[in-house]
């Protein structure tokens, strides 16, 4: 298992539905949102139930991951860094 793994499986364990409130731990494995990956559900009827409240604030944020992966600068190469 990878280092980022062990932080994920770490952090799911700390985190609880945003619908229930039910703790994730090793019997139960959150899910992110896919859009905005900040908040977490323990199922479909969770997410469901509470996309109304998390609508508005999840667009906001996924535009910003997307601005961020937009934007993010190219690694320079040994060519220089001119990308053309």
């Known amino acids: ?3 980022n793994e062990d932080l994920e499986e770490a952090s799911n364990m700390m985190m609880f539905c945003a619908a ?3 703790a994730g731990g ?3 494995k959150l899910k992110k949102c896919t859009a ?3 908040v977490r559900y323990c199922g479909v009827k969770c997410q469901k ?4 409240q998390h609508k508005k604030e999840c667009k906001k944020r996924a ?5 961020e992966i937009l ?6 190469s ?6 053309i």
């Open 1 to 3: 298992m990878s280092a």
């Open 20 to 22: 229930c409130g039910i």
């Open 26 to 28: 090793d019997d139960i």
């Open 36 to 38: 905005c990956k900040s």
């Open 49 to 52: 139930e509470h996309r109304p």
């Open 63 to 67: 535009a910003e991951l997307r601005d």
């Open 71 to 76: 934007f993010k600068q190219p690694e320079s």
């Open 78 to 83: 040994d060519l220089g860094d001119c990308p």
